[in-house]
Nanobody, 124 residues
Framework: QLQVVESGGGLVQPGGSLRLSCAFS????????IGWFRQAPGKEREGVSC????????TYADSVKGRFTTSRDNAKNAVYLQMDSLKPEDTAKYYC?????????????????YGQGTQVTVSS
């Protein structure tokens, strides 16, 4: 099982940028995916992005396409979420998760190993 730890959240003005980091540990010999999810107060957790360990395959939620970019550094066991053109509706606690799945999906039902999360607040 892969363990993950998120970092990089904070307060940013609308239109600003933040980069979240996800450090993961555990056996990486099998194919796996790293996903980003978020949960705002009173709302269900939703998928944001996904990236596979062994290819450039990525998936994004429609609400963040063109604004968020996920990337990985396998040598550092890290995945990043670059968030640009942030909006107040992006305010949420962001979670990283790791799962041994053969293809990327942001459907929350297949993800189980989440980190503790990092808060992102977009406000003027």
């Amino acid at each position: 099982q892969l363990q993950v730890v998120e970092s990089g959240g904070g307060l940013v003005q609308p239109g600003g940028s933040l980069r979240l980091s996800c450090a993961f540990s555990g056996s990486t010999s099998d194919k796996y995916a790293i996903g980003w999810f978020r949960q705002a107060p009173g709302k269900e957790r939703e998928g944001v992005s996904c990236i596979m360990s062994s290819s450039s395959s990525t998936t994004y939620a429609d609400s963040v396409k063109g604004r968020f970019t996920t990337s990985r550094d396998n040598a550092k066991n890290a995945v990043y979420l670059q968030m640009d053109s942030l909006k107040p509706e992006d305010t949420a606690k962001y979670y990283c998760a790791a799962e041994r799945i053969p293809y990327c999906t942001i459907a929350t039902r297949v993800w189980h190993s989440y980190g503790q999360g990092t808060q992102v607040t977009v406000s003027s």
